[in-house]
């Protein structure tokens, strides 16, 4: 991967994350249950059994449970296919 094309950008009043120019993912709260979580902008083209739809029609979203270590690996393993779609 490369990390060198990631950037960070405030957009929306929250932390966006670009992949060679483009929107890939975010940093947010989710406002009903209070979790945070990792937006992918393409989040529609993956498909993993922790990403929730709910009503956006492109993003899918991660949440994060605050009271347990970061799962790195699950993380890791759905941002490869992020990465993957933009090939």
């Known amino acids: 991967m490369g990390y060198a094309d990631i950037t960070e950008h405030w957009k929306y009043g929250m932390p966006f994350y670009y992949h060679k120019g483009k929107m890939f993912c975010y940093l947010w709260t989710h406002k009903k249950i209070h979790q945070p979580y990792i937006g992918l902008v393409d989040g529609n ?18 949440l994060i449970n605050h009271l347990e270590d970061i799962p790195k690996k699950k993380i890791e393993s759905i941002l490869k296919q992020a990465f993957a779609l933009r090939k």
């Open 45 to 62: 083209k993956i498909e993993h059994e922790d990403l929730l739809q709910e009503k956006r029609a492109r993003m899918k979203i991660l």
